[in-house]
């Protein structure tokens, strides 16, 4: 059964303040991993889809990260309007469901 | 569409009741998914379709769930004698298929509360 485990569970940063959140997942064969980003109220945004161990995607001030093991999502300088619940989700070999981890809420004080 | 349409965006109703919701995919969009979502968690898997059929229903809860998709675009997730433990958000997803890339696009769900 796939599993994914985000870290941390929330986050609070200053304005300008980089850090990188993290997404430990476990599956039979990786097909993909996506990163999605959801405002309170409404449903997940795609991000990025990474496929293979050391690709990098990047996206205005977000850059997503994998490895055979787990990706980061590192977000530098970031503003307010980068606040949000950020979601990690895995697609393996044999079906076509999303396996979501529980999120990381971001807040980014001014 | 411009996106994933779901409608009613809200819906409250009494325990035993039975409701529908409403998703209209991406136009072009062959395969269609239904997740829910409860509070502070991420969504969970329900039940996709390739075209007109119910590829996987491995994540539907019990029978009182079903879905359908008709025509292959516009699905409908029926849920019969609702209980208070059916509350969450209910999210829809289209990709343009099944395989390769496959990523899904999400509309903005509706939130079901059962009361």
């Known amino acids: 059964e796939d599993q994914v485990t985000q870290s941390p569970e929330a986050l609070r940063l200053q304005e300008g303040e980089s850090s990188s959140l993290n997404c430990s997942y476990t599956v039979s064969g990786l097909r993909g991993l996506f990163w999605y980003r959801q405002d309170p109220g409404k449903g997940p945004e795609f991000l990025f889809t990474l496929y293979s161990a050391g690709e990098e995607k990047e996206k205005e001030r977000l850059k997503a990260t994998l490895t055979k093991k787990e990706s980061f999502l590192h977000i530098t300088a970031p503003k307010p309007e980068d606040s949000a619940t950020y979601l990690c989700?895995?697609?393996?070999?044999?079906?076509?469901?999303?396996?979501f981890g529980t999120g990381t809420r971001l807040t980014i004080i001014p | 569409g411009a996106g994933v349409s779901q409608t009613p965006s809200n819906k409250v109703t009494e325990k035993g009741k039975y409701v529908e919701l409403r998703c209209d995919p991406i136009?072009?969009?062959?395969?269609l998914y239904w997740y829910r979502q409860s509070l502070g968690q991420g969504p969970e898997f329900l039940i996709y379709?390739?075209?007109?059929?119910?590829?996987?229903d491995s994540g539907l809860p019990n029978d009182r769930f079903f879905a359908v998709r008709p025509e292959g675009s516009v699905s409908t997730l029926k849920i019969q004698r609702t209980e208070r433990g059916d509350s969450a958000v209910y999210l829809c997803?289209?990709?343009?298929?099944?395989?390769?890339?496959?990523?899904?696009?999400f509309g903005a769900g509706t939130r079901l509360s059962v009361l």
């Open positions: 989700a895995v697609l393996s070999f044999g079906n076509e469901k999303l396996t």
């Open positions: 136009s072009g969009h062959t395969a």
């Open positions: 997803a289209s990709s343009l298929g099944i395989g390769g890339q496959n990523i899904q696009y």
């Open positions: 379709f390739q075209g007109t059929g119910a590829a996987d």
